[in-house]
């Protein structure tokens, strides 16, 4: 037998040796395939029924497709800060007055404007000027969400009561242990 080997669809046919020589065609595409010549050595005798058009060897089967990639995991907790899709229609006034897409500048905001109230302003500026510096820095990141305003006033206003509560805070502290 001579292993003939199909240029087409590379289907490995197995052709007795008294076809040398010859062109057929391949079962699994119908590509005319030529067998080479036989070797030397006399071989035994082939059976007089097969032929290379009537029973070539099939080509192999296709290999199977891969499995489906598995869905994506989610998590029952959004991601931190959140991240707002392009808004569909166009963002109306009240987005620049309240931000609600930028809710560190909006925290932000109101705890600057409250750290104005003595006792409690020293533990309501610092959050202010944390939340504010995220917040001015997710709406640079993401300009339709708003709120630049709304975290420079948090920034200012924590910074400026961190200051004037925190200074407040030491002045009472050093009287007091001169006091004694």
Same mark, same amino acid.
């Given at each position: 037998?001579i292993?003939?080997?199909?240029?087409?669809c @590379?289907?490995?046919?197995?052709?007795?040796?008294?076809?040398?020589?010859r062109? @057929?065609?391949?079962? @699994?595409?119908?590509a005319?395939?030529?067998?080479?010549?036989?070797p030397?050595?006399?071989?035994?005798?082939?059976?007089?029924?097969?032929?290379?058009a009537?029973?070539?060897?099939?080509?192999?089967?296709?290999?199977?497709?891969?499995?489906?990639?598995?869905?994506?995991?989610?998590?029952?907790y959004?991601a931190?800060p959140?991240?707002?899709?392009?808004?569909?229609?166009?963002s109306s006034?009240?987005?620049?007055?309240?931000?609600?897409?930028?809710?560190?500048?909006?925290?932000?905001?109101?705890?600057?404007?409250?750290?104005l109230?003595?006792?409690? @302003?020293?533990?309501?500026?610092?959050?202010a000027?944390?939340l504010?510096?995220?917040?001015?820095?997710?709406?640079?990141?993401?300009?339709?969400s708003?709120?630049?305003?709304?975290?420079?006033?948090?920034?200012?206003?924590?910074?400026?009561?961190?200051?004037i509560?925190?200074?407040?805070?030491i002045?009472?502290l050093?009287?007091?242990?001169?006091?004694?």
């Amino acid at each position: 037998m001579i292993e003939v080997v199909c240029p087409s669809c @590379g289907a490995k046919l197995n052709v007795p040796e008294r076809y040398a020589g010859r062109t @057929g065609k391949c079962k @699994g595409c119908g590509a005319a395939v030529t067998v080479p010549a036989a070797p030397t050595e006399a071989g035994a005798a082939e059976p007089d029924e097969w032929s290379l058009a009537n029973h070539p060897v099939e080509a192999p089967p296709a290999p199977t497709p891969p499995p489906p990639a598995p869905p994506p995991v989610q998590t029952p907790y959004p991601a931190y800060p959140p991240t707002y899709p392009q808004p569909a229609a166009p963002s109306s006034g009240m987005d620049a007055l309240i931000p609600t897409k930028n809710p560190n500048a909006l925290i932000a905001y109101y705890l600057g404007v409250f750290s104005l109230i003595p006792c409690i @302003g020293l533990l309501l500026a610092v959050p202010a000027l944390i939340l504010g510096i995220k917040g001015l820095k997710f709406a640079n990141e993401h300009p339709e969400s708003k709120g630049k305003a709304h975290a420079l006033v948090g920034i200012i206003m924590g910074g400026l009561f961190t200051l004037i509560w925190g200074g407040l805070l030491i002045i009472t502290l050093i009287s007091a242990i001169a006091s004694q």
